[in-house]
């Protein structure tokens, strides 16, 4: 059984809050600070006592965030991620398209299919009302120069949601082939060997940089995939995690995000792919992240349907294993804490 925590406001004491635990009942005066133990079940069950927030027990919600279709880079229709959603017992799905790049290519939504996924959206969220709660949101690319997830652009979309990624360390101007950091090897090949003279260190500097400048820049919900340029490093490949330059590139966006307040994914898009055994961040960056009280939810970056709570079970158990003791997720249309 998960814990239930609610929060409730005495409707005859408004200078009152009761905190309530399942069966420890912990009561507080907001102006002495003193507390107590009562029982405030039948206040509850006679609609004296209303939450202030909901409360949500952390083994019956299923959530996931971060979700592709078959109108960018997925396989499957959204509907289809709705139906595998609800059969598996989900809260809510949320669903994040890769915004349009202002250049041709083959992952993103397009200028034209941009309106027709976000009214799919809606209308599907409509729909399923009464059986699952749907969000619509956009995975927008960070590229300095040419666009930011807090772009006016985008606020103009009326979205519930933004992921804030970086796939590339080229900009749109000096490289109009766009490299992404986790294209097949030969892209890959030539990302590093083209625009960073052959240096994987070179790499790792200018794309954490970028995922400081975005957490700096803000105007999204959450950082997608932290740690995207390890997708190629399967039994390190091309460098080990452990090279002290490394710990200094990923530490330094790691702080940019501490201040920031924005929220970080575990994410297990690689996993469910085939490309890695383990999730972004790496477990060594979950331990920083924790060290610096950065907020994480787990997302699936699901491409399909079956996909949508990958590796979920093993990732919680992760963040538990490094301290952390929630999640956050969007529910009601709120972001809230969950307990792991
Ligand atoms: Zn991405
Ligand atoms: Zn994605």
Redesign the pocket.
Same mark, same amino acid.
């Given at each position: 059984m998960g814990l239930h925590v609610g929060v409730f406001r005495q409707e005859n004491r408004p200078d009152c809050r009761t905190v309530f635990p399942l069966l420890f009942i912990l009561r507080f005066d907001v102006q002495t600070g003193k507390g107590w133990f009562t029982d405030i079940r039948h206040w509850v069950e006679m609609g004296s006592l209303r939450p202030l927030k909901k409360s949500y027990s952390n083994d019956v919600i299923k959530t996931n965030y @971060?979700t @592709?279709n078959d109108l960018c880079d997925g396989q499957g229709s959204i509907l289809e991620y709705i139906e595998t959603a609800v059969a598996k017992d989900f809260t809510a799905l949320g669903f #994040?398209s @890769?915004a349009p790049l202002p250049l041709a290519n083959e992952w993103t939504l397009s200028d034209e299919k941009l309106p027709i996924y976000l009214a799919e959206v809606d209308r599907q969220k409509e729909r399923w009302a009464n059986r699952i709660q749907i969000y619509k949101g956009l995975?927008i690319d960070y590229i300095p120069g040419s666009q930011t997830p807090g772009d006016e652009r985008w606020k103009a979309l009326n979205l519930d949601f933004i992921?804030g #990624?970086v796939h590339t360390t080229t900009g749109l101007d000096e490289n109009p082939s766009y490299f992404c950091v986790d294209g097949p090897e030969d892209e890959f090949q030539a990302l590093i060997h083209e625009i960073h003279g052959g240096s994987f260190e070179n790499l790792s500097e200018v794309y954490f940089q970028r995922v400081a400048e975005l957490a700096g820049l803000g105007g999204f919900s959450f950082l *997608? @995939?932290f740690d995207l340029i390890k997708k190629r490093n399967r039994d390190e490949a091309y460098f080990s995690e452990k090279e002290p330059w490394y710990h200094r590139h990923v530490l330094r966006a790691l702080d940019a995000v501490e201040g920031s307040g924005i929220i970080m994914e575990v994410n297990s *898009?690689a996993i469910s792919r085939g490309a890695l055994d383990v999730v972004y961040p790496s477990p060594w960056i979950l331990a920083e992240a924790k060290k610096r009280n950065i907020p994480v939810m787990v997302n699936a970056?699901a491409h399909r349907p079956q996909d949508i709570d990958c590796h979920f079970d093993e990732s919680r158990e992760l963040l538990r294993d490094v301290g952390y003791s929630e999640i956050w997720a969007l529910l009601d249309g709120d972001w809230t804490a969950l307990p792991i």
């Open positions: @971060h @592709h #994040s @890769h995975e992921v #990624s *997608g @995939h *898009g970056d």
